[in-house]
């Protein structure tokens, strides 16, 4: 990871050099980093990514050193668009279970981020729902608007029941006018800003998603804000609960 000052730097080097860029249609690199999900991953979150009116994606799964039938079950599907990588050692995460989810794939991320080859970077966990105009939505508001990074909103669930979450919310705890994983896509030339594996040490904006866009924004990368539905993250697979909350209960279970 490069530190602020670099980032800046890097940011405008890669504006100057983006010419190649597809304007009209662009590739969308669907980045998705696994561990030992793989049903939930292929009965979901990959037949959601395929009934996209927006057909012109890739999408690039990584496992963290998956060890169940992950691969298998991705085999099965013959479309070339998707592509699947398991790395050969697992990361290494915090202990506490809080602080691994704030960077739980951060790792398998960056190594999809090398395997890219789109216009564009949506990063979506692998159990996640996204609505079948969603692509169109954020590519065609992208373009009109000329920005580099773009968020809209998504339906999540709280103790209270269903929230959309849009970017007032985050604003109000972050500060930041986004909101995050999986309602977020930036252009493929800032690939050089990494996931930040150490986020979770920091003392405030320390889930990695919301570390990434806040360096972006300081970077000077122009943002734009879709309000619109665009995604579903559903409640976690063996809880009634989804965020740090499943994650205590699934570690309680030993299965995080």
């Not at 169940?68 to 479309?79: A, F, H, V």
């Not at 398991?86 to 981020?113: C, F, H, S």
């Not at 320390?206 to 995604?231: C, F, I």
């Amino acid at each position: 990871m490069f530190s602020p000052i670099i980032e800046k730097i890097l940011l405008r080097y890669n504006r100057l050099i983006s010419s190649n860029e597809n304007k009209h249609e662009p590739l969308i690199s669907v980045i998705i980093a696994t561990y030992n999900r793989g049903s939930i991953l292929c009965d979901r979150t990959i037949p959601a990514i395929l009934n996209q009116t927006y057909c012109n994606f890739e999408i690039i799964i990584v496992g963290d050193k998956v060890a169940d039938n992950t691969e298998e079950l991705i085999s099965q599907n013959k479309d070339p668009r998707i592509k699947f990588k398991n790395l050969e050692q697992r990361t290494k995460y915090p202990v506490d279970p809080i602080d691994r989810w704030m960077v739980a794939g951060a790792t398998p991320r960056n190594v999809a981020l090398y395997m890219a080859k789109g216009d564009w970077i949506y990063t979506i966990s692998d159990d996640d729902i996204l609505l079948p105009d969603c692509f169109e939505k954020m590519v065609r508001f992208a373009l009109s608007n000329d920005v580099e990074s773009i968020s809209a909103n998504y339906l999540s669930y709280t103790e209270d029941g269903e929230k959309v979450f849009k970017a007032e919310d985050v604003e109000r705890q972050l500060r930041i006018y986004m909101t995050g994983i999986p309602a977020w896509m930036y252009k493929s030339r800032l690939k050089f800003f990494k996931w930040n594996l150490n986020s979770w040490r920091k003392s405030w904006n320390r889930p990695s998603d919301y570390d990434l866009q806040h360096r972006m924004k300081n970077a000077g990368v122009t943002m734009g804000y879709l309000d619109e539905l665009v995604a579903i993250s559903p409640l976690v697979e063996g809880t009634n609960l989804t965020g740090s909350k499943a994650a205590l209960h699934l570690n309680k279970l030993n299965k995080y």
